[in-house]
């Protein structure tokens, strides 16, 4: 079946440090990938996707490159913000059909000043 | 820019009663995602909706039922309310299966 797998949080870093949180996908067929952050109590906003190999998906300085080799779309930023703070779920959809999305179990981001 | 609107944004109910959630989809799109997402878990997909038609269905319960009418507006039904129905209930829309926009979300508690 379709699934997608992240790493586990919380990832607790300072202002400024480096990113990744790791996202790795099961699917038939090729999917096209996103990467969705949810703020304390409130609802999904789409932060980047990409629709084939290859591509890269960037926004507000977090990118994520989809990796048809090793199956992964890993999400990194240079400089974490305190702001930046919140859950982020990996997700796919399939190219075919109505796209439902199949979302990973969420990694919850804590930036400290 | 218009957002996906959904009310309520908050519900409570007691076990066995019914509650209904409603969904405004963006203007001109046309399919409408149902999402299921409990404490802690990630969203799990429970049903779509393209021009009115269902479209997909995924782990919905048969206690529950939804529908999209003629303006696209999308409503979930929910019957005998069982504890573990306390969620957050999503609804998303796209504009011919592309991108999704989610709403706010419903926060459901069942006591």
């Known amino acids: 079946g379709n699934s997608v797998t992240q790493m586990e949080g919380p990832v607790t870093l300072s202002e400024e440090a480096f990113l990744t949180i790791n996202c790795t996908y099961t699917?038939?067929?090729?999917?096209?990938l996103f990467w969705y952050v949810q703020y304390p109590g409130e609802g999904l906003q789409l932060l980047l996707k990409?629709?084939?190999?290859?591509d890269k998906g960037s926004n507000k300085g977090f990118e994520a490159t989809y990796r048809k080799e090793t199956t992964s779309f890993h999400l990194e930023k240079g400089s974490v913000q305190v702001s930046d703070s919140a859950v982020y779920f990996c997700a796919l959809s399939l190219n075919t059909g109505f796209q439902k999305l199949v979302f990973g179990t969420g990694t919850r981001l804590l930036v400290s000043p | 820019a218009a957002g996906v609107i959904q009310s309520p944004r908050h519900l409570i109910k007691e076990k066995r009663e019914t509650a209904t959630l409603k969904c405004y989809p963006i203007p001109r799109h046309d399919t409408v995602y149902w999402y299921q997402q409990g404490p802690g878990q990630d969203p799990q997909f429970l049903i779509s909706f393209y021009e009115k038609m269902q479209s997909d269905k995924g782990s919905i319960p048969d206690r529950f039922s939804a529908q999209q009418f003629s303006d696209y507006h999308s409503e979930l039904n929910m019957s005998s309310l069982e504890l573990g129905d306390s969620a957050l209930y999503f609804c998303?829309?796209?504009?011919?299966?592309?991108?999704?926009?989610f709403g706010p979300g419903t926060r459901l508690t069942v006591l």
């Open positions: 990409a629709t084939k190999a290859d």
């Open positions: 998303a829309s796209s504009p011919s299966r592309a991108e999704q926009f």
């Open positions: 699917a038939t067929g090729y999917p096209s």
